[in-house]
């Protein structure tokens, strides 16, 4: 797959990105990815990318031309442009899913106040927020999304890691799990888990993430 991101800070994506997993789908050829600045795509002498909105009100937004103009040349026929926002639909594993199936994306992030309109109506396929709050700027947004879609790119994760029974993956939370040793400080793993019991094993992990499920998420029930 490969990713392309328009940002005004590049530097803040070389420590995450460049970590575990996702440096190894990168060395692997498995995504291309590949940061921009947008200041690129200015042409005064302040690389001026921001400006005050019409009609008032606190603060700058970002202006349309350098990022029509990044917009333009970065796009490639199948490119899906993802605004990230907080004013976006919620992203979550689901649309994790949908967006590793994509060859290619471009996600354009934000700053300031957010973008002038025209950005979002032109240039925008879909719109993306990572939750209900509002950062500084969209590099840490771009970088939740880079990392969820990643890990479910075949061949990225070993066996190990396996994304097939985490929580979300059949609508539930995941079910409580154990490693050695079998007590510690007085905890004991619960005696399903060393019965040799299967189908035992697989009921108690279902009723679990159930219960989990009801408990701290009631909204992925309903
Ligand atoms: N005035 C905007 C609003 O009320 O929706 C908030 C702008 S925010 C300070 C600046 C930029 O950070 C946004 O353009 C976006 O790229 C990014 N951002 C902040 N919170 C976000 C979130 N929850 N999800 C996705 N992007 C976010």
Redesign the pocket.
């Known amino acids: 797959m490969k990713i392309d991101v328009l940002t005004l800070f590049p530097a803040m994506f070389a420590g995450p990105l460049d970590e575990s997993i996702i440096k190894r789908a990168r060395n692997k050829g498995l995504l291309d990815l590949k940061i921009h600045d947008l200041r690129d795509w200015t042409h005064d002498r302040h690389r001026t990318v921001d400006d005050k909105p019409f009609g008032g009100g606190p603060?700058m937004l970002?202006k349309p031309e350098p990022i029509f103009e990044a917009v333009e040349s970065l796009k490639r026929e199948k490119t899906k442009v993802i605004?990230?926002?907080?004013?976006?639909r919620k992203?979550s594993q689901q649309i994790a899913a949908e967006l590793a199936v994509e060859n290619d994306l471009l996600l354009?992030?934000?700053?300031?106040?957010?973008?002038d309109e025209r950005v979002r109506e032109a240039l925008a396929d879909d719109e993306?927020?990572?939750?209900?709050?509002?950062?500084?700027?969209?590099a840490?947004?771009?970088m939740v999304v880079i990392d969820a879609v990643t890990r479910l790119l075949p061949g990225v994760l070993g066996d190990d890691e396996s994304s097939r029974d985490e929580s979300f993956s059949h609508g539930l939370l995941e079910y409580p799990q154990y490693t050695r040793p079998a007590e510690f400080k007085g905890m004991k793993v619960p005696d399903i888990l060393v019965s040799g019991n299967h189908a035992g094993i697989e009921k108690w992990r279902r009723e679990q993430a159930r219960k989990r499920t009801e408990k701290n998420r009631p909204d992925l029930l309903t």
Do not use: C
Request: glycine share 22%; net charge negative.
């Open positions: 603060g970002m605004l990230l926002s907080p004013g976006g992203f354009v992030t934000g700053h300031y106040e957010g973008f993306l927020s990572i939750g209900d709050y509002v950062l500084t700027n969209g840490l947004p771009a």
